[in-house]
């Protein structure tokens, strides 16, 4: 039996701790450079241990419990006797995580389906996927081809790129855009303040905007529903009135832009650079799915998260969980868990690793977020078939934090090309529709933006929101 923390999340002196040998139970850092450069290093010397959880600091001062076992993950993933509701974490309630903490914003409370269990999950859980469900795939496609013509525009005549701050970071939030049915003011406002958020830039100034414009919408849609995931949910008998909305809006936006672009830029680099996929050459079709689901499999965009807390002191596979400390899934860890890890026959199905988490809380979008990225990248080898990577692999470095696995850059080479755009605007002038105001089908021009009811109380909702850089 191991004891990984006591329930303040203080490290306590537990009898032959697995991680040093000795009585006092080390704590492992998942945050700084050396984490960012080998995450993997450091899952193979917690296993070593012979433990399925370990005692780990997100940040300074802030402690958690990371379980790399894969059974041991998917048994907490599925059972009723562990909550999501971060309410029951004794550090924040009792006021010891720092208000500028850079995990805080990922981990604290909100009247959304992330954090909640049994029949208020439910509720959320059901407004979400029946939005999500309404999503037609082919719709979204075009949406991701637009949205990568307009960006590849920007950089194809260079001969350069990268592909993660050009490309993988902005393309799903445009795409969101679309799929929520946001008018192009407001879109572009949405564009603008959550690349600065990304990019830690006035964070003030552009959360304001974005909160702004997350309003406006919910204003605009409100008066004038379409087609799109907003007004779906909106019109959702299970949807309370109020405020909820936006947190809802703000998880799904949130949860779906910054893994999203992780996941391109990851499986793009896997074409390039890893042998198992070196057949690609200059306007083969490159093994998009297969690199995708690699990257899924083994390295996934949400390395560390799922987090659960015990009900009360649990005692699990020989670890005891106590109460009021963060339990992280490492969901890099147990897809990688050679022991009792995903076993050969369901690895071929890709349907067993944990990519998209386990059980209620599992990914609802997984359907729109494979076609988001498949196409994402097809358009880029489509575009610019001699598209390579310009520097070496070894190289590149990939963004500290103890949530993510996302690479900082991906700077790449192509041959020259000419943009699509002068195409794209004489087709508009022949008729074909413009960029319309929602999701599946063209509408109104957006109304002038109203005076904000939420915005005050919301004001704090994005910064830093699902991206827990440290
Ligand atoms: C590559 C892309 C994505 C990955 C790897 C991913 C992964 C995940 C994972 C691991 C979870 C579980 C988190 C937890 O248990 O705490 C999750 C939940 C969630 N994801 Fe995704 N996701 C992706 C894209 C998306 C997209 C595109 C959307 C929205 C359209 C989305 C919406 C959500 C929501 C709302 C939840 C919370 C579900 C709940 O608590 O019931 N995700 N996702």
Redesign the pocket.
């Known amino acids: 039996m191991s004891y990984p923390v006591d329930s303040y999340g203080q490290s306590q002196n537990a009898p032959g701790c697995p991680v040093t040998g000795t009585g006092a139970a080390a704590v492992t850092p998942l945050f700084g450079a050396d984490f960012a450069a080998d995450p993997h290093a450091v899952y193979g010397r917690l296993r070593a241990t012979g433990s399925r959880a370990h005692p780990v600091a997100l940040e300074p001062g802030v402690h958690a419990i990371l379980v790399t076992s894969y059974a041991t993950a998917r048994e907490i ?1 599925l059972s009723p006797d562990f909550s ?1 509701d971060p309410r029951n974490w004794a550090d924040l309630m009792r006021g010891n995580v720092p208000a500028d903490s850079s995990v805080r914003p990922m981990m604290e409370w909100r009247p ?4 909640s269990d049994g029949h208020e ?1 439910q509720a ?2 059901q407004v ?1 996927d029946d939005a ?1 469900g309404k999503v037609d795939l082919y719709q979204l496609r075009r949406f991701v081809e637009e949205a990568a013509d307009e960006l590849i525009d920007q950089f194809a005549p260079t001969g350069r790129a990268d592909l993660i701050g050009q490309y993988a970071k902005t393309l ?1 939030l445009r795409v ?1 855009n679309r ?1 929520f049915g946001c008018p192009d003011d407001i879109a572009d406002r949405l564009v603008e303040g959550m690349s600065a958020l990304f990019d830690g830039r006035e964070p003030e100034k552009s959360n304001a905007l974005v909160t702004q414009g997350l309003v406006d919408l919910l204003e605009f849609k409100t008066a004038t529903p379409g087609s799109d995931v907003t007004s779906w949910m909106l019109a959702h008998p299970a949807q309370p009135g109020g405020e909820e909305i936006i947190h809802q809006l703000v ?3 949130g ?3 910054e ?2 672009a ?2 391109i830029g990851t499986a793009a680099l896997k074409i390039f650079a890893d042998p198992r996929f070196a057949g690609h050459s200059a306007g083969i079709n490159p093994p998009i799915s297969e690199s995708i689901n690699d990257v ?1 499999r083994w390295d ?3 390395a560390n ?3 659960h807390y015990a009900r009360r002191t649990t005692e699990l596979h020989d670890v005891v969980f106590p109460t009021g400390v963060p339990i992280l ?1 490492s ?1 890099a860890a147990a897809n990688n868990d050679p022991d009792e890890g995903i076993a050969a026959e369901q690895d071929a199905t890709h349907s067993a690793h ?4 386990a059980g ?7 359907r ?2 494979l076609s ?2 498949h196409t994402a990248i097809e358009m880029l080898f489509k575009r610019l078939p001699d598209l390579r990577l310009a520097v070496d692999e070894s190289t590149l470095e990939w963004r500290p934090g103890p949530f993510h696995r996302a690479l900082k850059t991906l700077p790449v080479r192509f041959s020259p090309r000419a943009a699509r755009a002068a195409e794209k605007a004489s087709a508009v002038a022949n008729g074909a529709a413009p960029r319309a105001g929602s999701l599946l089908q063209p509408g109104p021009p957006p109304t002038a933006p109203t005076k904000p009811s939420l915005g005050g109380k919301v004001l704090n909702l994005w910064l830093n929101w699902w991206r827990g850089d440290n």
């Open positions: 993933l999501k959304n389906a992330l954090f999950h959320r859980r979400i999500l799903p969101f799929m998880t799904l936006m949860a779906g832009t893994p999203e992780n996941l899924l996934p965009p949400l998260y799922g987090v899934m969901f944990l990519a998209w988490s209620p809380h599992q990914c609802p979008a997984q729109q977020a988001i990225a």
